[in-house]
């Protein structure tokens, strides 16, 4: 069983992928992350905590990372980030407050420990900006060499970007953070728009989970039927950071194309993933980028993980644990 640690800006996908990684009998997830994108840091470790508490998985160290993009000093979130994922985070969905606080230890120092700890068996799965993980990798670059796989939701490569035709929204935020990481020699498997897009949950799946009669159903259908709500060019959401998730634990469901990758960092083009002009012929690239997925499959793993969770939930609820 792998080991995982989640990077999220929780945000309502990050919520799927946190259901996911908590549901899954094929990783043990040893904590979370915490950073800026979706919403601010204080709020996205809040919800994380919150919805722990809410399945009964209090057990999950929680901790808060950057604030900020590394060349910059404040960070101010996008008027879209609001519309899609609500004030909150999570679609304006009220979910109880946990009674626990973060740790006190810092997400890049949490990262670094684990890494040492565990070796190629941790699997890191960002699912906002990048920043935590290049601090991590500047802070203690030995840690390089024993790291296992970094499966990380952002970019696009044979598609348009999400924030403009470029650029995906969490390469965005921290250009200078991402390209670090995909050119840092690390093991990176880019789940981005290429994929993440091709991959639809509806509202006939949020009713499914609503029917386990837990809290915990009930409020995923909701978060998410909101979540619906606000991708008009579709008949239901895409499921962009749940792909990562999965991914960490069923790469057998991707085509990925092996790259040297890097990301444009200032002009038009800011933030644009693409292979590294300087090492087309160099031998071994260390990104994979995903170009193909089985989204049947996907979705079904999806639904299945999360319907479990929320069955067993329902079973500790009733039984008062």
């Not at 996908?13 to 549901?23: N, Q, R, T, V």
């Not at 040492?116 to 991590?136: F, Q, R, S």
């Not at 915990?216 to 008949?235: L, R």
């Not at 644009?272 to 980028?289: E, S």
Request: proline content about 4%; some cysteine; charged content about 20%.
């Amino acid at each position: 069983m792998i080991k995982m640690i989640l990077d999220l800006d929780t945000g309502i996908d990050d919520a799927m992928a946190l259901a996911y990684a908590i549901g899954t009998k094929e990783a043990e997830l040893i904590g979370v992350t915490g950073t800026f994108g979706n919403v601010y840091t204080e709020v996205g470790v809040q919800n994380v905590l919150n919805i722990l508490n809410m399945c009964n998985e209090n057990g999950i160290p929680v901790f808060a990372g950057a604030t900020h993009a590394m060349d910059q000093n404040h960070f101010d979130r996008l008027e879209v980030s609001a519309r899609i994922h609500g004030d909150n985070g999570v679609g304006q969905v009220a979910i109880e407050t946990s009674p626990r606080e973060i740790e006190t230890k810092s997400a890049v120092d949490f990262l670094i420990e684990s890494v040492k700890k565990y070796g190629k068996e941790l699997v890191i799965v960002p699912t906002g900006p990048l920043t935590n993980l290049a601090l991590a990798l500047k802070k203690a670059p030995e840690i390089k060499d024993i790291m296992g796989r970094v499966v990380l939701m952002g970019g696009a490569l044979t598609i348009p970007g999400n924030v403009n035709q470029y650029t995906e929204a969490n390469i965005s935020q921290d250009p200078e953070a991402a390209k670090y990481v995909f050119e840092s020699g690390i093991d990176v498997t880019m789940v981005g728009l290429d994929v993440t897009t091709r991959s639809l949950l509806t509202k006939a799946d949020t009713q499914i989970w609503r029917e386990t009669g837990s809290v915990a159903g009930k409020t995923y259908a909701d978060m998410v039927d909101y979540y619906i709500s606000q991708h008009f060019e579709v008949e239901g959401c895409y499921l962009h950071d749940p792909s990562a998730a999965i991914n960490a634990v069923h790469p057998e469901y991707f085509t990925m194309l092996p790259m040297h990758m890097t990301v444009i960092t200032e002009g038009e083009a800011e933030g644009r993933t693409i292979g590294d002009p300087k090492k087309l012929r160099d031998p071994n690239p260390n990104v994979k980028v995903c170009i193909g997925v089985d989204s049947p499959y996907l979705v079904k793993e999806l639904n299945e993980t999360l319907l479990s969770l929320f069955q067993t939930v329902k079973v500790k609820e009733f039984s008062g644990n």
